[in-house]
């Protein structure tokens, strides 16, 4: 098995001098984020990684994303290593459905995340934030990525299925990390022989596969049939065109994707931001101002047009470490795309994370600098030079809930406590679908 990179050859393909690198056949040796952003440095927005006698393109040049995601966004799917990577666990909902089937699950969900809705869950969110909080003690050192993920768990199956499974968040944590970690060796490892040959690897993931279904389906099985005006009331009582429910392996495959996609995100978002502030005391210490107009009062949706600064450090640690690397589409019929030629079923990776960090779109992209977001500033911002929850008709359903969710979190933690990272802690970001931090993040609690 060997590797290399070479810019996009055109239509009539010359030769070339390939890279040679040699990869285990379980996962690959190195930063996955450093290789993309190695290469992207000596081959341009336009390059192609070939796996023997594979080939994946690679494309971080705004205009062409914007054609790809917008323009024609018809002749696309998501790319099929996608579905073999992840498909198992989430089915065929929202993340992976496409065409006529996509487009009549996106309509049912979409109801549930218009924005006086999820206002209404705002309160919620706050609530389990100070609950988590009773809990901390100044001078102790916490994993403020368990802790997150933990809350944001338990935020999005109350709001979004009126369920509460805080007591089950640290086993629906680990059965979480099994199961995308394994999905990313999919994406990494490219024979499917392998996953044969390293069965006691494949066992662990079947079993957290099997352990999450049976919590799941317990989530549909409490909740009812009563209306009680949540997503999964939404999903119970649609109906097709010819008056039938959805499946049951239906309404589970979009409550799983939803359940994954809805608090692993905005967790890791989160750690993000406590990160940076930790990085950053002047711009911790500019936010903490602004958090001064509450007075002590916990934040409410209300109150976030009156914080500003508050959503400008969220969309640049959103920058930094967008929710995920990038987006995989695939042509449904042979196309010209950047003047060259792709056939049906190509792979191409969109990565929103070259684009963050690409000097052209945003000047010291290394630097963390939350005005870049001011009004002036991010007016000037290129157009889709800025993707954190993708674009086109497939944009992020839950853009605007985690937004506030985040918002709101980080915003009453920063009323109680300062965060800063631990000593000695080196902190490394991880790839696993989403962009988190390897190993967790070590922080100490800090009375202001």
């Known amino acids: 098995m060997q590797i290399s990179s070479t810019k996009v050859p055109g239509p009539v393909v010359p030769s070339f001098t390939r890279v040679i690198t040699a990869l285990s056949p379980v996962r690959l040796p190195f930063d996955s984020l450093k290789y993309t952003y ?33 323009e024609r966004h018809a002749e696309f799917h998501k790319a099929q290593i996608l579905r073999d990577s992840i498909g198992e666990l989430v089915g065929n909902g929202l993340l992976t459905s496409e065409d006529s089937f996509w487009r009549r699950q996106r309509k049912l969900a979409q109801p549930a995340f218009h924005f006086q809705r999820i206002a209404a869950y705002g309160e919620t969110m706050v609530a389990q934030t100070q609950d988590m909080l009773r809990e901390w003690q100044a001078g102790e050192t916490r994993d403020i990525a368990h802790d997150m993920m933990a809350l944001t768990l338990g935020i999005v199956n109350k709001t979004l299925f009126n369920i ?74 649609a109906r097709d065109d010819e008056g039938n429910p959805m499946s049951a392996k239906q309404l589970r495959d979009e409550v799983m994707t939803l359940f994954v996609a809805g608090h692993e995100t905005t967790a890791n978002a989160l750690d993000w931001v406590f990160y940076f502030l930790a990085q950053n005391p002047e711009v911790e210490a500019k936010l903490l ?131 800063t990272l631990a000593t000695n802690q080196p902190v490394q970001a991880e790839q696993l679908f989403t962009i988190r931090p390897k190993g967790g993040l070590k922080m100490k609690v800090v009375k202001p």
């Open 38 to 70: 190695d290469n992207a440095n000596i081959y341009g927005k336009f390059y192609a990684i070939y796996f023997d006698n594979q080939v994946t393109y690679v494309i971080s040049d705004r205009k062409l994303v914007y054609e790809i995601l917008v």
């Open 289 to 419: 101002r602004e958090i001064e107009i509450l007075n002590g009062k916990p934040p409410a949706v209300h109150d976030l047009p009156n914080l500003p600064y508050s959503e400008m450090v969220l969309k640049e640690a959103l920058r930094l470490y967008p929710p995920a690397a990038g987006a995989t589409r695939q042509p449904i019929h042979d196309i010209e795309l950047g003047g060259y030629h792709f056939t049906k079923g190509s792979n191409i990776v969109i990565s929103t994370y070259l684009m963050h960090r690409n000097p052209e779109y945003f000047p010291d992209p290394l630097k963390f600098d939350p005005e870049r977001f001011s009004p002036a500033r991010e007016a000037q911002i290129q157009k889709y030079a800025y993707l954190p929850f993708g674009g086109g008709p497939r944009v992020c359903i839950g853009n605007t809930f985690a937004m506030m969710e985040a918002r709101l979190i980080f915003i009453t933690i920063l009323q109680h406590y300062r965060l």
């Open 164 to 237: 509460d499974v805080r007591n089950q968040a640290k086993h629906i944590g680990e059965l979480t990390y099994i199961l995308l970690e394994s999905a990313n060796d999919r994406l990494n490892s490219y024979h499917p022989i392998w996953e044969r040959m390293f069965k006691t690897r494949r066992r662990r993931e079947e079993k957290a596969m099997h352990e999450l279904f049976a919590i799941i389906d317990n989530i549909i099985t409490q909740h009812g049939n009563e209306d009680k005006g949540d997503l999964l009331s939404m999903l119970l009582a």
